[in-house]
Structures are given as C-alpha cells and as structure tokens.
C-alpha cells in the first residue's frame, strides 16, 4: 500500500490536502422505494417480531440525489423461527446501496482450492461432469476446476459475466436472474456458494434450480449460520448485506421447500460456512421440522453480540483525549461505529477519514471528504490519532499505518484477535 516511487509520492501526497472536518449526518436521505416488505423467505409465513433494528442506516458515501439510507431491521418468523431482514431491498435498493461496495467485502484468499478439492474428494468434478455455478461473478472458481468439466456459471452482473467470458472462452458463462435463467443442459453438480443469504425469495431459487436438474444432480450449498455466528466484530452476523440469516434448521427447511434432500452437512473450519450436499427430493418427502431451540441460539447470540460492542467502545476510551479523529475505513464499518458507540459523540472534534479502495476517493462519508491513505504522511500526530475500522483488514491496515510514519502509540485497534467468516 506504499509507493515505490518517492517523487511520486511526494507529488501526490503534497497535491492532496489534509481535509479536516465535523461530521455532518444530514447529507444523505431514505427511498423508499429502495426497500419492500415480504413474507418469510423460508415458510413464506406472515407472522413474525422484529429482535433487531438500526433504524437510519447509511450504505457508503453520502448522496443527495441517491437514497443511501434504510432502517435495517431483522425479524423472526413466528411459525418456522426463521430470522431475516424486513423490509429487504428492493432491486433498486440493492443497485443504489451496493454501488460502492468495491473492496468492501470478498472471500478469503485459499477458499476456492478448497471448495475444488471437497468436490473433486465426492465424485463431483469426474471428467465428462458439468457443474453450474450459480453467483459465478466472473467465472474465476470455475476456471481453477478441472477442463474435463463442462462449466457453466450463472449471475446477475452483467459485466462480470462480460469480462469472464473474455477472459476464459472455455466457460459458458449466463446473465440471467437466478429465479428464472435457462441453462443450455442439466447439470450434473449445482454450486452455490454464499449466495443464498443475499437473495430475497431463496426458495424460489431453490426450486428453480430443481427443474434445472436431473434425478441424480447433486446441489452444494454453503451459508453462514447462526450457530456458529457468535463473533467479537461488531458487525455481527445480521450482516446488512444478508437478506436471510440461516440457522442449520432453517436452511433445511428452506433446501426441503425447494425441493431438495440434504445428504450430508458440515460445518467448514475457520470460518462461518455451513455447507451441505443435497440430492433432489421425491415428490411427498416430509419436511423437517421448524427448531424451537433456534429462539434460544438467537439470544444467545444477541448476549455475545453485545459483548462485543462493549469490548469495542471500551478500546475507544483514549479518543476522549484526542483534539482529532483520523479514521481509517469508509466502509459499512465506520456504519456501525456510527451507530453504536460514542466515536462522534464531540461535536468539536475535527476528523479526517482515509480508505484504500479508490472507488471511495472523493466522495463523502458522512459529511467527512474521503483521501487515499497516504495523506497520513503529512498529519501532525500532537493532539490526534488514529483508529483502525476494520475487522478481517485490520492487521494489513496496522502495518500499512506503520509504514506511512503513524507512531504506534497513536494507533487504535478495535479487536484483539480476528476470525475470518
């Protein structure tokens, strides 16, 4: 994250001013249209009680032409104890709010070897198979498989689908809505994974995925789940970016309502994935029960959640003591920052807010001009300092903070340790 030039450094950095400001939250307002009402994606029940809100959430930069806020607003469903967002976004949501979502969030780097290997270890990646991957983005998994593999790939980012078909000729790559894409041949193996927690109708999915299949196509689903969500990050596992928020039960529910019977489950170590292999279900299968004891992990849950906030606001303590802010994250993050703790609470404290994701450049985040890291360089650390907001990039953040000259006594991290899920 350094420049390996150092005129062109000096240049850049000397051409950027330091961009001190207050925070200012009225820059930003609710659509809404961006947002819709549902029954349970799971039961498709229409009872349920909230047991989670933020009710002025911003996604990324401030706009005065885009709605960027929502209440975010997690309910449980009181026939199958499903959890998951209502309102949910809308499909213009969903292209306003996650515009800029950039280098936000990705998948951990050594996840898709791992994905080929447990394939190819159950038969699923024999030559003369074809295995379609639903929520390819630009087919890069599907290139790492086997070329004896036919491969296909499914999304709805159009130029995602562009770019992967230039870059790997040998994929069949298709743009198409996942509830209702046609696919050149059934396949023999469907893989979805971490897609189904973003979509707003997952048993729709499902069951189209079904009449995609043949009687001996197997399905791979991998999702987070609740069990296994207790996390000391403060942005928790009602991930704003998940439309549903999987238990094991509730997963199972929604794979038997599409139209599909689990053969095998486990949990993936390391990091939040629950994984299950499935085979189509006959007609008149009986579906599993709804697990009362999901209301219990949800509290469960909720306890440790706060706990971590608590630890956070506690890390925060020496700020009270700052004249300046430098915040380092534009992301969803700094969001919850806002939302839940005291870090903005002065309203004399002036700020400066720095991000690595170019898209960020430029724009503003609650009223605070976003610049490139290197512009701490410059900064007089008498009187400020700076905090990290981040989870999984915290540690090549503290060492890119190192690097531009940020003394360590002046640097605060949010979490003693990180788990990536």
């Known amino acids: 994250m350094t420049d390996r030039n150092p005129q ?45 809100s933020i009710e002025d959430f911003q996604f990324f930069s401030d706009a005065a032409d885009v709605g960027k806020r929502v209440p975010v607003r997690v309910v449980r469903c ?5 959890l998951y967002l209502d309102p949910c976004w809308s499909a213009a949501g969903f292209a306003a709010l996650f515009a800029e979502a950039g280098c936000s969030y990705g998948s951990s780097s050594g996840r898709p070897a791992e994905q080929r290997d447990w394939l190819a270890a159950r038969g699923l990646l024999d030559a003369g198979r074809s295995l379609l991957d639903a929520g390819c983005y630009d087919g890069r998994f599907l290139s790492a498989l086997p070329a004896g593999v036919a491969r296909l790939g499914v999304d709805i980012d159009a130029p995602a689908i562009a770019r992967g078909q230039t870059r790997d000729p040998a994929l069949t790559l298709i743009h198409g809505d996942f ?13 979805m994974f971490h897609v189904l927690e973003h979509l707003p109708r997952p048993v729709a999915v499902l069951r ?4 995609l299949a043949h009687a001996s196509t197997r399905l791979v689903i991998e999702v987070p789940v609740l069990e ?19 238990s094991r039960a509730s997963l199972a529910l929604a794979l038997a309502q599409g139209g599909w019977q689990p053969l095998e489950t486990v949990d993936m170590p390391g990091y939040n994935g629950c994984r299950v292999l499935s085979a189509p279900s006959d007609e008149g299968s009986q579906w599993p029960n709804a697990d009362p004891g999901d209301v219990g992990r949800l509290h ?16 925060l303590e020496p700020v009270r003591d700052w004249s300046r802010l430098v915040l380092w994250g534009a992301g969803l993050h700094s969001e919850f920052l806002w939302q839940l703790t005291t870090l903005f609470d002065d309203p004399s404290r002036e700020c400066l807010l720095v991000d690595g994701d170019p898209l960020k450049h430029g724009r503003r985040w609650r009223g605070l001009p976003v610049l490139p890291p290197q512009v701490l360089q410059t900064v007089d ?11 999984g990039n915290q540690p090549a953040m503290l060492d890119a903070a190192a690097a531009l000259g940020v003394p360590a006594a002046r640097i605060i991290t949010l979490y003693e340790s990180v788990r990536r899920y």
């Open 8 to 52: 062109h450094m000096n240049d850049f950095v000397n051409a950027t001013p330091l961009s001190w400001a207050h925070p200012d939250a009225s820059q930003a307002f609710h659509d809404p249209s961006h947002v819709e009402f549902r029954p349970c994606p799971v039961c498709s029940g229409t009872r349920s009680r909230a047991v989670w």
């Open 78 to 82: 009181q026939q199958c104890h499903a």
């Open 179 to 191: 509830e209702r894409f046609d696919c050149p041949r059934a396949p023999d193996a469907i893989t």
């Open 208 to 211: 189209h995925l079904r009449r």
């Open 228 to 246: 296994r969500g207790m996390t000391n990050d403060i942005n928790g596992f009602f991930s704003v970016q998940h439309m549903t928020h999987f």
């Open 300 to 315: 469960d849950y909720l306890a440790a959640w706060h706990t971590a906030v608590a630890a956070v606001e506690r890390r």
């Open 381 to 391: 650390w008498t009187g400020a300092g700076l905090v990290i907001s981040s989870y």
